[in-house]
């Protein structure tokens, strides 16, 4: 069973950056997609940005032209870069893969954008 091994998450200051970082812990085959969502307490995991194993994104409103998300099919990882955080970005960020009818996630990190 494929997992997903997240990293960077942590605290910051609103107007800065943070590098979520997803790894799968094997080969993973086209077709796929990867991405992140987030989650609070009581609420429903939701989009953040998604990526095809062709490359082709997705993102939510709130994560436009502040987030980017990129994937790295050789080493069948995906990565989301944050920018200009918010407060409201506050969460619990989830990495999750979706391949052949299969759903796969990662534990979480959490990230903190306070002053």
């Known amino acids: 069973q494929v997992q997903l091994v997240e990293s960077g998450g942590g605290v910051v200051q609103p107007g800065g950056s943070l590098r979520l970082s997803c790894a799968a812990s094997e080969r993973i085959f086209s077709p796929y997609v990867m991405g992140w969502y987030r989650q609070a307490p009581m609420n429903q995991r939701v989009l953040v940005a998604s990526?095809?194993?062709?490359?082709?994104?997705m993102y939510h409103d709130s994560a436009k032209g502040r987030f980017t998300i990129s994937g790295d099919n050789a080493q069948n990882t995906v990565n989301l870069q944050m920018n200009g955080l918010k407060p409201e970005d506050t969460d619990v960020y989830y990495c999750?893969?979706?391949?052949?009818?299969?759903?796969?996630w990662g534990k979480g990190t959490l990230v903190t954008v306070s002053s």
């Open positions: 990526i095809t194993d062709e490359g082709n994104t």
């Open positions: 999750g893969l979706f391949i052949h009818g299969m759903n796969y």
